[in-house]
């Protein structure tokens, strides 16, 4: 008889759940992951209105490889008291902090997150709130996106890589475990710094454009002279690696994905509030504090702005 969200399944004595915070693309991708390698996991979602449609869906629908399979992966509300010791943070980045502080007094005083948000500048503000817990940083090339409620398509295999400060944590057997492609790196924030590079060459101008990002390459110059000032702001901020060979690697995404429309296309154009402040708020805000003059980013800053004040979203 299939497994019911509400049920809790007989997991392996000892072992550590997976509390995954954010159904979205790459959290559900996760999760599907995870549970299908026996691993003990369990969705969060954001009220009780959310888990009753998730209750009424029976489940997580991955579709991979052009096949579609349902997976009834266990769920319990933001509001629940569960216990929680490792958490994936999967939701936007300026979700992050007020769920994190919100499951603050649920995180055991060894609790360990891992932080899978768009840009920089959420990870701090996670970290700041809760002192004393593991937060590591991860960054992906993996590509997912949701199709529907509660259904998620698995659209490129890619790799990620997590970092922080201390040694490895043991549990990455886990993710060898559930055929999730990684690397521990002690370069997490370079890394960090190239994709919040490669997210603002490419983002902002496909909204601008109104494009999917094979359609950049119509705007050649336009997407050069960013990855001049970006590159800058990389060695500016003390990431000469991550600066190396940008306007290549931008060429590169931009070709592998071109049927792809952006994360901030998609949020923009379903009426979402975007992730600018992340990326090239974050971007800009950094150039600012070292006095770094860098015109074409900070006006396409002011033109993406103009662009979702016109449509009536937040411009930060």
Not at 30 to 46: D, F, K, S
Not at 224 to 247: F, K
Not at 277 to 288: D, F, Q, T, V
Request: charged share 25%; glycine share 8%; net charge positive.
């Amino acid at each position: 008889m299939p497994l019911s969200p509400l049920d809790v399944p007989p997991f392996p004595v000892g072992e550590t759940t997976w509390h995954v915070l954010g159904a979205g693309s790459l959290g559900s991708l996760w999760a599907v992951r995870l549970a299908r390698a026996g691993l003990p996991v369990r969705l969060i979602l954001r009220n009780p209105q959310r888990l009753a449609a998730y209750r009424a869906t029976g489940g997580l629908r991955l579709v991979e490889d052009g096949t579609e399979r349902l997976y009834p992966i266990p769920a319990e509300s933001l509001d629940a008291t569960t216990p929680i010791h490792r958490l994936l943070l999967t939701c936007k980045a300026y979700d992050a902090a007020p769920a994190a502080e919100r499951l603050a007094p649920r995180l055991g005083a060894s609790a360990e997150l891992v932080l899978l948000q768009n840009g920089l500048g959420s990870q701090d503000a996670v970290a700041a709130r809760l002192p004393g817990r593991r937060c590591l940083l991860a960054s992906t090339t993996e590509g997912a996106f949701r199709d529907g409620d509660f259904r998620v398509v698995f659209a490129g295999r890619g790799h990620t890589w997590l970092g922080d400060a201390g040694r490895p944590p043991v549990w990455l057997d886990e993710l060898a475990a559930a055929g999730i492609p990684h690397a521990w790196s002690e370069e997490i924030h370079s890394r960090l710094w190239r994709k919040l590079a490669l997210n603002c060459a490419i983002n902002p101008l496909s909204v601008l454009h109104d494009c999917r990002n094979g359609g950049l390459r119509e705007h050649a110059r336009e997407v050069a002279a960013l990855c001049t000032e970006l590159a800058e702001l990389l060695r500016g901020c003390g990431q000469p690696a991550a600066a190396e060979g940008l306007q290549e690697e931008v060429e590169r995404v931009i070709q592998a994905t071109a049927a792809n429309y952006s994360s901030m296309h998609q949020d923009v154009a379903r009426g979402r509030r975007s992730e600018i402040a992340y990326l090239l708020g974050h971007a800009c805000r950094e150039a600012s504090r070292r006095k770094l003059r860098l015109p074409r980013l900070e006006a396409l800053q002011q033109r993406l702005q103009r662009h979702l004040a016109e449509r009536g979203l937040p411009v930060d």
